[in-house]
């Protein structure tokens, strides 16, 4: 009777405080208050790729993990939080559960489940008194989870030996020994599992082959051929950026970091060039495309802005018409150029730079973007210029997993007089990018994008700059904000004649 009551004195100490909030609750990112998620999480992913994700985050916390057919169902082993006498032990294992919403759409609820050997305890009659001895002298050298040994030929104090233990498992992971059983949603894990599939960098492919075709285009919003009126149609620009106009000066730099391919960041910087062309700066557009496609680009913005004059830049192109396009290449990015050819037509000093690299990576790459960056600066030394990149290429700070690694943003910080780089902060949305899945293949798709804790953008917070008291360590001086994010796929996609459709062109703010 002592020990039952120290036993419940300890549950209540450990567990009590935890029903002073709901089961399965976790700490608001605002208030700091737990509550109970309202809504589930659909991740843009197959449902293999999600299960095979939460495999791999249990086993790495040493579970192994059994798989019921057709994979939308896994147990793990179990454990033993702590170490009690048979009859007082309690056990922990998990219960994972996938529903398959869609092809690429893919709910993922993680369940631990507890099962407590008190709450199976019966009143035992003297009669049984023998039999309940013997089964626990059997339970104190074995798990009640092994399904492997299903006899003991350990002998006991006096020297006999035990033997018929009726095997635990059987049937597993159908099957279990406990028959109560309770069961919490893990946060925490699921938290794991969210970061592992939408907190993850892009990727940009440098190079590649060609073949998407680019005939037969026709781009909703442009006009047809021969139609002079296309050349005098406005900028989309929009409302001006909160809290950007303080970076707008003559011959300063601005970089704004990623996510490319999406809607918001392409117009967010419209809406910044209109700003700064109405106050009579000259602005330049720096897009990370290669600069081979400079010539392509230069003829556009002169053209009249055609149907036709698009058909040319994306025909002529082996950038826009790679077999796998990241976000550089989405339709967004490319309404982005159809918007500074009409700023240019509306007689604004408007110049657009394309300053990627071919080919090359790491160091190599990062220093022919900045050289060719630097280079066009040397002949606009009096315009604004606003640099679209990724967000590794635009911090002005070295990075922290390769001490010889300099970014771009490093070697501009260092050549220029005044360079400004922005992170961009958002809530859960979409983004059409390249990533590595859980195969470890390369796939280019629309994924769900969840930012980090740090670029979160809190309910309270107004899209906008909000510039920093001074420099994180990333070398980030500010942070725009720009709500939910939308994808923009490619332009040109492989297997259709299409271009951009209404969907991929950001809408003006």
């Not at 233990?165 to 925490?188: H, S, T, Y």
């Not at 009126?229 to 970091?257: F, I, K, N, W, Y």
Request: hydrophobic share 40%.
């Amino acid at each position: 009777m002592r020990r039952y009551a120290m036993v419940m004195g300890l549950l209540c100490t450990t567990g009590c405080a935890t029903l002073t909030r709901p089961l399965g609750a976790a700490p608001d990112a605002e208030s700091g208050e737990y509550e109970t998620p309202k809504q589930e999480t659909v991740y843009l992913v197959p449902a293999e790729d999600a299960m095979m994700m939460a495999r791999r985050i249990l086993e790495e916390q040493r579970y192994d993990v059994m798989e019921k057919d057709g994979g939308l169902e896994m147990f793990t082993s179990a454990h033993e939080p702590g170490n009690n006498e048979t009859g007082l032990r309690i056990l922990e294992r998990y219960y994972i559960k996938g529903v398959r919403v869609g092809p690429r759409q893919t709910i993922v609820r993680v369940f631990r489940l507890s099962y407590n050997e008190m709450e199976q305890q019966v009143e035992t009659g003297t009669a049984g008194m023998a039999e309940m001895f013997r089964d626990r002298m059997l339970g104190e050298q074995t798990h009640p989870f092994d399904a492997n040994k299903t006899y003991k030929t350990a002998p006991d104090m006096q020297g006999n030996r035990l033997m018929g233990m009726d095997d635990p498992f059987k049937d597993a992971p159908e099957l279990e020994r406990f028959q109560l059983v309770r069961g919490n949603r893990d946060l925490g894990i699921e938290r794991t599992l969210l970061e592992r599939l939408e907190m993850v960098p892009s990727l940009e492919l440098v190079g590649g082959n060609t073949s998407v075709p680019a005939r037969s285009v026709v781009l909703e919003g442009w006009a047809e051929s021969g139609e002079a009126a296309q050349s005098s149609v406005p900028a989309e620009c929009g409302t001006p950026v909160d809290g950007a106009a303080p970076l707008m000066a003559r011959g300063h730099t601005l970089l704004l970091a990623d996510p490319l391919g999406t809607r918001e960041l392409p117009a967010t910087a419209l809406r910044m060039l209109c700003e700064a062309t109405s106050k009579g700066l000259p602005v330049t557009l720096a897009l990370s495309l290669p600069t081979t496609e400079q010539p392509l680009l230069d003829t556009y913005l002169a053209s009249a802005g055609a149907s036709q004059d698009a058909q040319e830049l994306l025909s002529g192109s082996s950038f826009w018409r790679r077999v796998h396009q990241d976000g550089r290449s989405s339709g967004a990015m490319l309404w982005l150029v159809e918007q500074t050819r009409r700023l240019r037509a509306a007689g604004h000093a408007v110049s657009l730079v394309a300053f990627d690299a071919d080919q090359g990576k790491g160091n190599e790459r990062e220093a022919q973007m900045a050289k060719h960056l630097l280079e066009h600066r040397a002949k606009h030394p009096d315009a604004w210029m606003v640099v679209l990149a990724g967000g590794t290429h635009v911090r002005t700070a070295s990075v922290d997993w390769d001490s010889g690694f300099e970014p771009l943003g490093v070697r501009l910080s260092r050549a220029l007089p005044s360079v400004r780089a922005l992170d961009v902060g958002f809530t859960r949305g979409t983004q059409f990018s390249c990533r590595y899945n859980v195969w470890e293949d390369v796939e280019c798709n629309v994924f769900a994008i969840s930012p980090t804790k740090q670029a979160r953008q809190a309910s309270d917070v107004s899209p906008g700059v909000k510039l920093f008291p001074q420099p994180l360590a990333e070398g980030f001086h500010g942070r725009l904000y720009v709500g939910a994010l939308n994808a923009s796929p490619p332009a040109l996609r492989a297997g259709t004649q299409e271009a951009v459709s209404r969907a991929a062109v950001p809408a003006a703010k």
